[in-house]
C-alpha cells in the first residue's frame, strides 16, 4: 500500500483507536485480582482457573491469524464489528456462568476483542508512514496505557464490593458502548482490499521468508512475553509472600502499565528525533536490567512488594520505548500486507505469552517465587534485546 494518505473521511479518531486497544487490555488484566475468589466460588484449583489467561490467550492467537487476513480482504471495519458483538455476547455469558467449564468456553469466546488491539495497529498503518506510523503508535500507547494501569484496580474495588462477576458486567456495558462509537465513527481504511481470502493466505509464505519480519517479530514476543511473565505470577506471589490483598493486589499490578505509560509518552516526544531501532534497543536494556536490580534488592534483604513491583516497572518502561517501533516495523516489512503481518506476529507474541504465563504460574508458586518472577521477566526480555540488535544488523545490511 502507499504511504500516502487515504481520504479524509476514511480516517477514525485516534480516540477510537486508543479506546479498542484498551478495552481488548481490560480483557486480560481487569479481573486477575479476583482469580483467588473465583478459585473458591467454582471449587476448583487455581490451576483451572488460571486457564481464563493461558487459554484466552491461545484462543486469541488462532483468531489473529484469520481476522489479519479478513481484515486485508473484507476491510477493517467489519472484522472489529464482529469482534465486538462475540466479546459482548461472550460477556454476558461469563457473567451468568455456574460452572467452570460453561464459565471457560464463554470465556474463549471473549477473544474476538482481540481485533480490536490488532487492527487498531494496521488501521495505523494504513493512514501513516512507518516513521510516523510509530510515532502514533507511542501516542496511542501513552493513553492507552491507562487501561491496564486502572484495570486491575477497577477489577480488585469491584470485586471487593460487588464480587467478581461484577467484572464481567462490566465487560458488557464497555464491549456494548465501543461497538456503538465504532458503528458511528470507524470508516474503512483499507482502500486496496485483496482478491480472495485464499489469495491471502497465500501472502504469509511471503513473509515468513523475511528475515526481518521474523526479527521483528522475535522482539515484539519476547518483549511481551515479560508483561505477560509478570501477569502470570505476580498475583500468585503478591498473595503467598506478601499478603496482599485483591485491591493491593491490583494496585501493584498496575505498576508495570505506569512504566509502560512513561516509555510510550518518551516514543512519541523522540520519535523523528532518535532512530527507532535506538528506541527499541534502550527499551530492551531497561526491560532487562531492572528486574535484576529488583533480584539484587530482595537479596540485600529488602523484601517486600515495592521493590518487586518497581522491577516491574522498568519493564512497562522497556516496553514503551520497544513497542510503536516494533510494531510499526513489522508492518512496515511489507506495507500492503500490513493487517496479515500484524495477525502472524500478533499470534505467535500471544503465543509466546500464554507459554510464558503458563511457565511462571507453575514456578512462583515455591520457595523463591519473587525471585522467580523478576528472573523468567529479565530472561525474556534479554531474549528481545537479542532480537532488536538482529533488526539493527539487518537493516544495516539493507
Given at each position: ?125 494504513d ?68 482478491s ?58 498496575g ?14 516526544r523522540?520519535?523523528g ?73 500478533g499470534?505467535?507474541?500471544v ?13 512462583v ?34
Amino acid at each position: 500500500m502507499s504511504s500516502s494518505e487515504p481520504p479524509k473521511q476514511s480516517q477514525p479518531k485516534m480516540l477510537t483507536l486508543i479506546l479498542l486497544t484498551g478495552l481488548a487490555v481490560l480483557s486480560l488484566n481487569m479481573f486477575l485480582p479476583s482469580l483467588a475468589t473465583m478459585t473458591k466460588s467454582f471449587g476448583v484449583d487455581y490451576a483451572l482457573v488460571s486457564l481464563s489467561i493461558g487459554g484466552y490467550l491461545a484462543v486469541s492467537s488462532v483468531l489473529q491469524l484469520i481476522m489479519g487476513p479478513l481484515s486485508d480482504l473484507y476491510g477493517r471495519r467489519p472484522v472489529i464489528l464482529l469482534g465486538l458483538g462475540l466479546f459482548t455476547f461472550a460477556s454476558i455469558g461469563c457473567y451468568f456462568a455456574e460452572d467452570i467449564w460453561v464459565f471457560l468456553a464463554f470465556r474463549m469466546l471473549q477473544g474476538a476483542i482481540i481485533s480490536g488491539m490488532v487492527l487498531s495497529r494496521a488501521i495505523v498503518r494504513d493512514i501513516a508512514p512507518p516513521e510516523q506510523a510509530a510515532k502514533l503508535l507511542g501516542i496511542m500507547g501513552t493513553a492507552m496505557a491507562l487501561a491496564p494501569l486502572l484495570g486491575p484496580m477497577l477489577g480488585g474495588v469491584l470485586d471487593e464490593v460487588f464480587g467478581w462477576r461484577a467484572n464481567f458486567a462490566a465487560f458488557v456495558l464497555m464491549g456494548a458502548a465501543m461497538f456503538v462509537i465504532c458503528w458511528r465513527d470507524l470508516a474503512e481504511t483499507n482502500l486496496t482490499p485483496s482478491s480472495s481470502f485464499t489469495a491471502q493466505f497465500r501472502t504469509y509464505p511471503v513473509l515468513v521468508r523475511n528475515a526481518l519480519f521474523w526479527a521483528y517479530s522475535a522482539c515484539l514476543v519476547f518483549s511481551i512475553g515479560a508483561f505477560y511473565a509478570f501477569l502470570g505470577g505476580a498475583a500468585l506471589v503478591g498473595e503467598k509472600f506478601f499478603g496482599l490483598s485483591p485491591a493491593q493486589l491490583g494496585i501493584g499490578m498496575g505498576s508495570i502499565s505506569g512504566g509502560f505509560m512513561l516509555g510510550n509518552f518518551l516514543t512519541g516526544r523522540l520519535s523523528g528525533h532518535v532512530p527507532m531501532i535506538t528506541l527499541v534497543i534502550a527499551g530492551r536494556i531497561s526491560a532487562s536490567l531492572g528486574p535484576l536490580l529488583a533480584m539484587g534488592l530482595l537479596a540485600l534483604g529488602f523484601f517486600n512488594p515495592y521493590v518487586l513491583f518497581g522491577g516491574a516497572v522498568f519493564v512497562g518502561l522497556g516496553n514503551g520505548l520497544t513497542l510503536p517501533g516494533a510494531n510499526a516495523g513489522v508492518m512496515s516489512v511489507n506495507p500492503r500486507l500490513a493487517g496479515s503481518a500484524s495477525g502472524l506476529s500478533g499470534a505467535m507474541t500471544v503465543l509466546g505469552g500464554a507459554a510464558a504465563t503458563s511457565i511462571t504460574g507453575a514456578v512462583v508458586g515455591g520457595t523463591g517465587g519473587a525471585y522467580l518472577l523478576l528472573g523468567m521477566m529479565s530472561l525474556t526480555s534479554f531474549l528481545g534485546l537479542l532480537a532488536a540488535l538482529w533488526i539493527k544488523a539487518l537493516e544495516r545490511n539493507q
